[in-house]
């Protein structure tokens, strides 16, 4: 499957933003789809993903404040990012894995066999 990631941008600390990714291939139901980011000089980083039948798993530093959702029909994947800080400022990936139970697996970078290109979130102070 190939992925294309879109909408990053620039927001105030405290604001909102909503990425997409939009999925290429037949059988986008059957994957597991993530969200990812890497900040300049750190490792790439579990943010949130989702099933086909939209359970979801998000990492803790999210949760409550990033929200996963999935349009099969239109073969994209999105992610609302509500009061954003400062520190989120990243490049922000989404990803596709083969279908497993949720769980920490999903969380596994190693485990993401396709990759979009990445889009840029820059949280201003």
């Known amino acids: 499957v190939q992925l294309q990631a879109s909408g990053g941008g620039l927001v105030q600390a405290g604001g909102s933003l909503r990425v997409s990714c939009v999925a290429s291939?037949?059988?986008?139901?059957?994957?597991?789809m993530g969200w990812f980011r890497q900040a300049p000089g750190k490792e790439r980083e579990f943010v949130a993903a989702?099933?086909?039948?939209?359970?979801?798993y998000y990492a803790g530093s999210v949760k409550g404040r990033f929200t996963i959702s999935r349009d099969n029909a239109k073969n994209t994947v999105y992610l609302q990012m509500n009061s954003l800080k400062p520190e989120e400022t990243a490049v922000y990936y989404c990803?596709?894995?083969?279908?497993?139970?949720?769980?920490?697996?999903?969380?596994?970078?190693?485990?993401?066999?396709?990759w979009g290109q990445g889009t840029q979130v820059t949280v201003s102070s």
């Open positions: 291939g037949r059988t986008f139901g059957s994957y597991v």
């Open positions: 990803a596709a894995r083969p279908w497993s139970k949720p769980g920490a697996g999903w969380a596994n970078v190693y485990e993401y066999d396709s």
């Open positions: 989702i099933s086909w039948s939209a359970s979801t």
